[in-house]
């Protein structure tokens, strides 16, 4: 689901709850819309921790709303499409992602597989041929430490952390979202399949 920007945290622990509540919002000890909505005078407020701006705008909030309703036929179809990719991928030279423990609901936000480290064919050349074929992947995600900010602030380099190194190079999210047909996760199969199998 989306909010356009923003989100929700859940949570039954009290603690957390206030916390965040004061985190949201500059770090601000009460919420600053009660101090505009309280029956007695309530314009005192103090910072008491550096916090930030993440609370949800009324748009974005409204928007969440409407899409909580929708939120379990959004996961069922990931979870279809996940199912069909895991099934007919399974056989190719790569690394399909985990599966959720049992009991648990994955929310497949992504799909991300691994190439197979003696492909021929580099990551970035199989992302190349799937958007030469019309299909967008993507990398989920960059390490921190290739970012020029991170990497340059506490001189980082790739062999530093092999395994996020490693693992970045070989990694591809395909395509997945509530609104792609069965042919569409038909063509991502039949694409991938044929470039690894062309490789």
């Known amino acids: 689901m989306t909010t356009g920007e923003g989100g929700m945290l859940v949570t039954r622990n009290k603690d957390v709850a206030e916390r965040a509540r004061q985190m949201r919002l500059h770090g601000i000890s009460r919420d600053a819309f009660d101090r505009f909505t309280s029956k007695k005078p309530s314009w005192h407020y103090e910072v008491i ?17 409407h899409q909580l309703k929708k939120v379990e036929q959004f996961q069922k179809r990931r979870e279809e499409i996940a199912n069909y990719y895991n099934e007919n991928l399974k056989e190719l030279p790569l690394t399909l992602p985990p599966m959720p423990l049992n009991g648990d ?9 691994q ?16 958007y030469e074929s019309g299909i ?46 069965d042919e569409d996760m038909q063509r991502v199969v039949s694409t991938v399949a044929k470039i690894l199998e062309n490789a």
């Open 105 to 113: 609901v994955h929310a497949w936000h992504l799909y991300v597989i």
């Open 49 to 65: 921790a550096p916090g930030f701006k993440y609370n949800l705008t009324d748009i974005a909030a409204s928007l969440g709303i």
């Open 136 to 181: 967008g992947c993507g990398v989920h995600y960059i390490p921190l430490h290739l970012h020029p900010y991170w990497r340059d602030t506490y001189i980082l380099t790739p062999e530093m952390f092999p395994v996020s190194q490693r693992i970045y190079e070989q990694s591809v999210s395909l395509p997945i979202y509530s609104k792609m047909t």
């Open 115 to 130: 190439l197979n480290k003696d492909l021929p064919l580099s990551r970035d050349r199989f992302i190349e041929l799937m």
